[in-house]
């Protein structure tokens, strides 16, 4: 059984230009999180999403950062107009619909240029 | 708001010594409590949970945590440790059925010959 899948595994932009973090979740599992570690810091909730659904966005930056889980492919993290302070680790989850854990991906890093 | 404090920044300790790292949390109800491992460039992997029963928990690579309610506390503890145990730790608290988890900011472990 394959574990959570994140690609790409590390993404360089120029500040403006756009991001897009891929998250594909275990198998069996509909639940999708996403984290966003800074540098010397620990892993801050960003969005929680379900098939077709946001769940809880209440951890996104109101502009720029959107997210998606559609019925069919991976969930899409997108970063609008990139800035240097988006440079971070993005890591995402999945759980089955127990939620009562979540197994990561090894993460995205993005390197704002 | 639920919370998670991780006292320890940084620990060092001699290969074969004990180890405990300290976790608190803030948190209305019954927690979901759990202790992550991060290796540098790396995804987390869990070590351990604690859902409800037994309040002694053993993980992975000789882990093992204690959930202690009336100090609010989840430390981590290994009897001996070993040089490839060095990475930084992270506890985290997570609701029932709610989704996101809360993470500590982490302690970094230095396992020095």
């Known amino acids: 059984n394959a574990g959570v899948m994140q690609n790409p595994r590390h993404l360089v932009r120029r500040r403006g230009q756009e991001a897009r973090l891929r998250c594909s979740p275990m198998?069996?599992?509909?639940?999708v999180y996403w984290y966003r570690q800074l540098p010397e810091e620990g892993l801050k909730f960003m969005v929680y999403?379900?098939?077709?659904?946001?769940?809880?966005e209440s951890g996104m930056p109101k502009e720029r950062f959107s997210a998606e889980f559609p019925k069919e492919g991976p969930s899409i993290l997108r970063i609008q107009q990139v800035v240097r302070g988006d440079s971070a680790a993005y890591f995402c989850?999945?759980?089955?619909?127990?939620?009562?854990?979540?197994?990561f991906g090894p993460g995205t890093r993005l390197l704002v240029l | 708001a639920q919370s998670v404090t991780q006292p320890d920044i940084h620990i060092t300790v001699s290969e074969g010594a004990s180890l405990e790292l300290r976790c608190n949390y803030s948190?209305?109800?019954?927690?979901?409590l759990f202790w992550y491992v991060q290796s540098p460039g790396q995804g987390l992997q869990l070590l351990l949970k604690?859902?409800?029963?037994?309040?002694l928990v053993q993980g992975i690579k000789g882990f093992e945590a204690e959930f202690k309610r009336s100090q609010s506390s989840f430390n981590l503890r290994k009897p001996s440790v070993h040089w490839s145990d060095a990475a930084e730790y992270f506890c985290?608290?997570?609701?029932?059925?709610?989704?996101?988890?809360?993470f500590g900011d982490g302690t970094t472990l230095t396992v020095k010959p």
């Open positions: 989850a999945s759980s089955d619909n127990s939620q009562e854990t979540q197994y």
């Open positions: 985290a608290v997570g609701y029932t059925n709610a989704g996101k988890s809360t």
């Open positions: 198998k069996g599992h509909s639940h």
């Open positions: 948190y209305g109800a019954t927690p979901y």
């Open positions: 999403l379900q098939k077709e659904n946001i769940i809880d």
């Open positions: 604690y859902f409800s029963g037994d309040t």
